[in-house]
């Protein structure tokens, strides 16, 4: 009579050391016992012990293989082709009945540091597969890190197995990144990477510091270039040229990895040539756009006093209202003979030479 086979039992087992295969039964006065490995095929006798006589060991496992009064059963020295099923037979010569067990054996090493790896460059928006690389190890468990906090999957980031999938990849996944490796006997633990996620260059914006009207040669003012990206370098143009040099000119930029990190252009003071469009670039190692036009709202007064000239030709006389120079232009009234016209910077008439016109007053008002 054989007793049923009772359920597997796993077994793990470290690289170079030894393990013991330990019956769950308590052994008879008289007993006979064989330690075999293989299953359903080719299957090899270790070890055989009946009592009374001396264990004979096969000659391959022979100086690796102990078998103890109790029955249990000692490999040396394990490699990876000692994984695999192990059967116990135990016979009871006094009962006529046999127990027989089964062992599942994994060999694992002990684990040396894995290399985390990540695809270059990483772009937010894009796919990107970090890659924890073990070699040959045997692992049978991966695990992602992100800020030394556990990566769970999620909607757009997929863990399997040495791999993480984001998909896709943003700003916020900026960081330290590393993984762990683990069998049944160790673990261990990559370097922490540093992962920058790139972002492209976008809302590039261009504003003023004022919206009111600025007087050349005493007021200053700045203008202020922002743009969403990382690694953001700005270009200034103005009325479609690049920057001339100008001592009233002062650029600076806020080097920061930050997604808006503004470029300031003072200019200290205006001057009338200072009117614009001006317009800024950004730009990374991804793209570049450009930002609107912004023109200065200049004004500067009208040269000298306004101007009230009257001149004769032949039977006309010539009215003339002038203030030039002005920007924005000076609105001019001209008052003559209770008739008044307007106009920018300058009026003109021409009236008929007669008693009435010599007698009127011409008035001009700026």
């Not at 264990?55 to 490699?79: D, W």
């Not at 990540?118 to 894009?126: A, D, E, F, K, Y």
């Not at 479609?240 to 806020?254: A, V």
Request: overall charge negative; proline content about 6%; aromatic content about 8%.
């Amino acid at each position: 009579l054989v007793t049923p086979v009772i359920s597997m039992q796993l077994m793990n087992g470290r690289l170079g050391h030894f393990v013991d295969f330990t019956l769950p039964v308590s052994l008879p006065s008289e007993y006979r016992i064989h330690w075999n490995f293989g299953y359903a095929g080719k299957v090899t006798v270790i070890v055989m012990f009946e009592t009374g006589e001396p264990a004979q060991y096969n000659p391959l496992y022979k100086g690796r293989c102990e078998l103890f009064v109790n029955g249990t059963m000692r490999l040396h020295e394990i490699s990876y082709a000692d994984g695999g099923t192990y059967i116990v037979k135990l016979y009871n010569p006094d009962t006529f009945t046999s127990y027989v067990q089964r062992y599942q054996l994994n060999i694992y090493g002990m684990l040396s540091a894995p290399v985390l790896k990540s695809n270059s460059p990483l772009i937010s928006g894009t796919n990107v597969t970090l890659h924890c690389d073990a070699g040959n190890q045997n692992v049978t468990t991966y695990t992602f890190y992100h800020n030394q906090n556990i990566i769970s999957s999620e909607s757009r980031v997929t863990s399997r197995g040495s791999f993480l999938d984001y998909k896709p990849i943003s700003e916020n996944d900026s960081g330290s990144y590393s993984c762990t490796i683990q069998n049944p006997i160790s673990s261990s633990t990559s370097n922490s990477i540093i992962v920058t996620v790139s972002v492209p260059v976008s809302s590039v914006t261009l504003t003023s510091d004022t919206s009111g009207l600025l007087w050349p040669g005493i007021d200053s003012v700045s203008l202020h270039c922002s743009a969403r990206g990382t690694n953001v370098s700005y270009s200034w143009s103005m009325d479609d040229e690049p920057l001339p040099e100008n001592p009233r000119y002062h650029l600076s930029q806020n080097n920061s990895t930050l997604i808006i990190n503004p470029s300031t252009l003072t200019i200290s003071p205006v001057s009338k040539n200072d009117t614009g469009p001006f317009t800024c670039s950004a730009s990374n190692l991804i793209n570049s756009e450009t930002s609107n036009e912004l023109t200065l709202g200049l004004n500067w007064y009208p040269k000298g006093n306004i101007g009230c000239i009257v001149q004769g030709h032949d039977s006309l006389l010539q009215l003339d209202c002038n203030w030039p120079g002005g920007h924005p232009a000076a609105n001019v009234t001209m008052i003559f003979n209770n008739i008044e016209e307007m106009g920018q910077s300058k009026v003109t008439r021409n009236v008929s030479l007669t008693q009435d016109s010599q007698r009127s007053t011409l008035t001009c008002i700026g």
